[in-house]
């Protein structure tokens, strides 16, 4: 009993001696440069936006936040090297859609759980899709083309960048939604479906705002709505496809992730400076001309937009019967 005592005693005198070392590391953080990942390629909006975002929190945090591309596995090589990172806010992930597509389409991917092993930081941004249609397709409104889709079922092609892409989902959602029979053509990207729609070789698809307007401006295709539930500053005369489909809000995001176990100081620093960053308006205005929206939001916004993508892409996928590619 006396051992057991003084080998109490003991722990209870050392324990504040380590406290004191761990608050001034986390006090002293950042003191040196963060690593950003991303699961896209570099050149693309998701890159564009992702350096955006960096270089305006590298000025809130006063140190860099170097962005690493690591693509591959439909971000899964991203998001996994983060969740088995060190979890002391020196490497975060620019997470996106595909963490809540990714579980019920490819569950052999990791991290299979992502808010088990992924802590939310906060929003980034939401990037809406035009649904638009080559010329010859006689509709000029969502209710039009439902209703050409409706007196030729099984005749209107339907194009996207992928098997399981956020505008893919987009799609099946829209032809649940509406109970339209429409044949989905998947491409290796967007730009070649954008081809094929501009020659009439598919008859419509849901794309980045940013790689539609031109083919829309140069009336090579026709706008008919837009996926999410807000018109986009872009082309504010187009309607959202709520406006016909009640409800219906469709969107890429993305949000900053760290891994599990990283300390509550260091992400609520991480938290703040995000949240500056999409409130900044120089940020925003830029994100703007791109197309899509600052989404101004918290680690506990980012966590109910995770779950409630991860439901809703979860049973579309299921009870479509989706498979990849």
């Not at 896209?40 to 962005?67: C, F, K, N």
């Amino acid at each position: 009993m006396i051992l057991n005592r003084r080998s109490a005693l003991g722990l209870l005198l050392a324990a504040p001696a380590v406290a004191p070392g761990v608050a001034r590391a986390q006090d002293s953080w950042p003191s040196r440069p963060i690593v950003l990942v991303s699961g896209y390629a570099p050149g693309g909006l998701t890159d564009v936006m992702t350096r955006l975002i960096a270089a305006r929190m590298s000025r809130e945090l006063g140190q860099p936040i170097v962005v690493e591309n690591r693509p591959g596995g439909a971000t899964a090589v991203a998001s996994t090297a983060v969740a088995q990172a060190r979890p002391d806010g020196y490497m975060l992930l620019m997470g996106a859609s595909s963490l809540a597509i990714n579980p019920a389409l490819q569950p052999s991917l990791t991290p299979k759980e992502p808010l088990r092993e992924l802590v939310p930081v906060g929003m980034g941004y939401r990037s809406a899709f035009v649904l638009h249609v080559h010329p010859d397709v006689p509709a000029r409104s969502t209710a039009e083309f439902i209703a050409h889709a409706k007196a030729n079922p099984g005749k209107v092609n339907f194009g996207s960048s992928g098997t399981g892409a956020v505008n893919h989902l987009c799609l099946e959602l829209f032809r649940n939604r509406a109970g339209i029979d429409v044949v989905h053509i998947p491409y290796r990207g967007g730009a070649p479906a954008l081809i094929d729609l501009q020659a009439g070789r598919i008859q419509a698809m849901f794309a980045a705002a940013l790689e539609a307007i031109p083919a829309i401006r140069d009336n090579r295709t026709r706008a008919l709505a837009v996926s999410s539930a807000a018109r986009l500053p872009l082309l504010p005369e187009v309607p959202p496809v709520a406006e016909t489909l009640p409800g219906f809000d469709a969107v890429f995001w993305q949000g900053m992730f760290a891994p599990v176990g990283t300390p509550e100081p260091v992400l609520a620093r991480l938290s703040a400076a995000l949240r500056a960053t999409t409130e900044d308006a120089e940020v925003r205005g830029r994100m703007a001309a791109q197309g899509v929206a600052a989404e101004t939001g918290d680690a506990a916004k980012l966590r109910q937009v995770l779950v409630e993508d991860t439901e809703m892409w979860g049973r579309l996928i299921r009870e479509a019967n989706i498979r990849p590619e």
